[in-house]
């Protein structure tokens, strides 16, 4: 009998359709119907009938209309303001966390005594869930840190000196001072980052470092000309996992989840969650775009 010969990038494209066949069968047992039901309810006014089941009455786009037009938040802000500062908000931390997550990587890999420690150290955030203690050592101030007072750090020496020894303008002092202040909320979602990095960081070559050492490059140069290419993609799926991560836990879903399950305005939540999954795509489409052509010509 003879063998049928499959090429080698046809296999590769088949073992990432088999580690992709879990996810899809979860996506349309658990999650495609919620979806396709939350896209439905958007557009109705939802209540319920004397025998507790739910009553759907179309409205057309109203709920979207009334969304941004005459709902507020739990905090009294306009939808449309929640929105925007919560992409600013991603988009600010999103490259905060992966360069932060990179650096501890780095330092990770490096080789040097107690280097398990220092391991177990940066991945606290995952095996005790900081989350707990970025509450207790978070302290929210107002839109402006320096007249507000702000934090622990904004009343420290070190920030007091800033202020009053330097020229910074407030509109760049402020968010340096926040970004120390939000410290402890960057590491709790650097951990898997960091371990992700350092995974691609241990499957570059040694003997490219070696090549690079003989060719008589720098650190600094073997670092932007070896290290960057190889962990390229990598580096392209943490900026997405890092976006996600950062919309799951914002304000946009505490406030989809509020709208249905504490104001009883279904149709009212169903229409923020559609807005919010478009939204979610649309930075992630952003992103790519971006970053696509930097990939590609790395992979060329």
Known sequence: MKRVRIAYSTQRKLLGFTFLIPFLLGFLMFFALPLINTVIYSFHFITVDDFGAMK???????????LFTV???????QI??????????????MPLITLFSLFLALLANRKFKGRAVVRMIFFLPIILGLDVV???????????????GGGLFAQ???ARMLIRYTSIPPMYLNPLIEFVENIFSIISRSGVQTLVFLAALQS????????AK?????????????????ILHILLFVVIYTIVDLFLTSQIAQEAYSFAFEKN?????????????????????????LTRKAVSKNGK
């Open 214 to 230: 003989i060719e008589g490059a720098t650190a600094y140069e073997t670092f932007w000309k070896v290290t960057i290419p190889s």
């Open 56 to 66: 759907l009455d179309p409205v057309g786009v109203q709920n979207y209309i009334d």
């Open 134 to 148: 970025t509450d207790m050592l978070t302290v929210t101030t107002g839109s402006d840190w320096v007249a507000a």
């Open 156 to 158: 420290s020496l070190v």
């Open 265 to 289: 305005k279904i149709g009212i939540g169903s229409a923020l969650s559609v807005v919010y999954i478009l939204n979610v795509l649309l930075v992630l489409g952003l992103v790519l775009l």
């Open 204 to 211: 570059i070559s040694p003997s490219m470092y070696e090549v």
């Open 80 to 93: 449309l303001r929640v929105l925007v500062d919560e992409n600013t908000n991603v988009l600010v931390n």
């Open 71 to 77: 709902e507020v938040s739990t905090k009294s802000q």
